[in-house]
């Protein structure tokens, strides 16, 4: 697990190293689309669906002083997802802009082991049967500033806040007991916490289109805070398509936050999947 983290920050180190190369190397306007830097205001509004997998280790609070239980969720794309709805949206006047972007998403049923109960560890062949579901919503609000912009493209610098809100709900059923020096809990019952989150992010943002005259383009952002959280980081490449009313792009994104303290709800979630948006223009 410490090896896939080092390999996500290597990449999103390398991505941003790339994306400022990009940025830096454009130089002049693009004749066939709107000069979103004439001093007009420009816009988008881009829906998306954006399918992860989630990983997330938590903590739960036992009644009546008994402790806490600690757990840990797989990573399965797919399999656990029962609602989502995202939506961003970008205004600008010449170098300045706005961004924001809005993403709700539940997961129901995904199966969870326990890692400690009272502080005591709990061995991988215990027999546990435990169903796990987390819903929350994430919410950016930034400001943009056009460091490059030119016939390959553009670069923004990003800074603002996200704010990260999760509630999540534990049910077990399993044979451990109080007895023999046994974690002291009940063989089957409910838990649940929710915890929410407030971080200072500053990163960067635009489009890459190395062939001239196609349409087709990349989008990157990617962004590293902290405040509520010790860390947190995001980041998305993909591969998108320009027509004459805006552009269908299908992306990978990567989330994940991260707090050492001992007595928070969420210790660290990593939510990464693939997404198709539509994007108007105006």
């Known amino acids: 697990m410490r090896r896939l983290r080092n390999s996500r920050l290597t990449c999103s180190r390398a991505l941003l190293a790339s994306a400022c190369i990009m940025g830096f190397a454009v130089t002049s306007a693009k004749a066939d689309t709107p000069d979103y830097w004439d001093g007009d205001w420009h816009g988008s509004i881009q829906p998306y669906?954006?399918?992860p997998g989630i990983s997330a280790k938590t903590r739960y609070q036992l009644p009546n002083n008994g402790g806490t239980v600690e757990q840990k969720t797989n990573n399965n794309i797919f399999d656990y997802l029962s609602g989502a709805f995202m939506v961003d949206g970008?205004?600008?006047?010449?170098?300045?802009?706005?961004?924001?972007?809005?993403?709700?998403?539940?997961f129901s049923d995904e199966k969870g082991r326990f890692t400690r109960i009272g502080g005591d560890r709990i061995a991988a062949d215990a027999n546990l049967d435990t169903r796990w579901g987390i819903k929350g919503g994430m919410v950016t609000l930034a400001g943009l500033y056009t460091m490059a912009h030119g016939q390959q493209g553009y670069i923004d610098l990003v800074f603002g806040m996200r704010y990260l809100w999760i509630k999540g709900n534990l049910d077990w059923n399993f044979n451990l007991t109080g007895n023999g020096g046994r974690p002291d809990i009940q063989n089957s019952g409910h838990l649940n916490n929710q915890t929410h989150v407030t971080d200072g992010i500053i990163g960067i943002r635009g489009l890459w289109s190395p062939f001239a005259g196609s349409n087709w383009f990349f989008p990157y952002y990617?962004?590293?805070?902290?405040g509520s959280s010790d860390n947190t980081y995001q980041a998305m490449i993909g591969v998108a398509y320009a027509f004459h009313w805006g552009d269908i792009a299908l992306n990978y994104r990567d989330v994940e936050y991260k707090q050492g303290s001992s007595d928070k709800f969420l210790k660290q979630v990593e939510l990464s999947g693939p997404a198709l948006s539509v994007a108007?223009?105006?």
């Open 49 to 51: 669906g954006w399918l």
């Open 222 to 226: 990617v962004d590293v805070g902290a």
């Open 280 to 282: 108007w223009h105006f």
């Open 90 to 106: 970008t205004v600008r006047k010449g170098d300045w802009g706005f961004y924001g972007d809005f993403d709700w998403v539940k």
